[in-house]
């Protein structure tokens, strides 16, 4: 538990020019929608640290939150944020809050943001800051696995731990014509899929490059499909 933040969220001039510095790094290394880049820029990131990690928080660097999990690369949280290709408007269902870092990014791309979260501490926490900061999403503790069935279906489902197979409640809460982002395979062998759904009903998979997440845990038997 030692890892969680103190409820201090001031964001001054040098953090701003710290984020700053960070979106203009993240261009760099291939990130093209300005509004994925923007939306990041709006969240501060060393709020959702522990203070030991403050002077770190800008870097391209994932860092530990406890619970043996982290808050991903900046550069990861702009690539999946980027491969949604979020419109306001859209309802986002997110498995894995986390730190809550990445809840934020998606609310300052304009979704609905539906996110659930496996481990009570880190759900409790995230939700402290997240209402801290004024953003708005609904968060649910539960088994991600299943997703949340009441309160779809999902324009796009994010999933940012890897799975070693794409749970079939996931795939039946994502509306046709939408996207789901996930990084699939075990340990170091993880790929960043984008399962695509079309009108009918099929869906096609695209592999966008090697990753390396923690993995996503499950609390019961899901149904599992394949790619």
Do not use: W
């Amino acid at each position: 538990m030692g890892y969680f933040r103190k409820m201090i969220v001031e964001d001054d001039f040098r953090h701003k020019g710290m984020r700053k510095r960070l979106m203009r790094e993240l261009a760099l290394l291939g990130i093209q929608d300005q509004n994925v880049l923007q939306a990041m820029d709006q969240v501060p990131r060393h709020a959702f640290l522990n203070s030991a990690f403050s002077e770190l928080a800008y870097e391209n660097k994932a860092l530990p939150i406890g619970l043996d999990q982290t808050i991903s690369h900046p550069l990861t949280v702009a690539k999946q944020s980027e491969l949604l290709q979020i419109k306001p408007g859209m309802k986002v269902l997110e498995v894995g809050t986390g730190s809550g870092y990445q809840t934020a990014v998606l609310f300052h791309l304009g979704a609905k943001v539906f996110s659930i979260e496996r481990h009570m501490a880190l759900h409790e926490e995230s939700k402290k800051i997240l209402h801290a900061l004024k953003i708005k999403a609904h968060l649910t503790y539960g088994d991600g696995y299943k997703g949340l069935p009441t309160f779809g279906p999902f324009d796009r489902i994010l999933i940012t731990c890897a799975t070693a197979f794409i749970p079939e409640d996931l795939q039946q809460q994502l509306k046709p014509g939408g996207r789901m982002v996930l990084p699939y395979g075990k340990d170091e062998d993880q790929n960043m899929l984008v399962i695509s759904k079309d009108l009918q009903g099929e869906y096609r998979a695209e592999s966008h490059g090697k990753c390396a997440f923690v993995p996503m845990l499950q609390n019961r038997n899901p149904k599992k499909t394949n790619p």
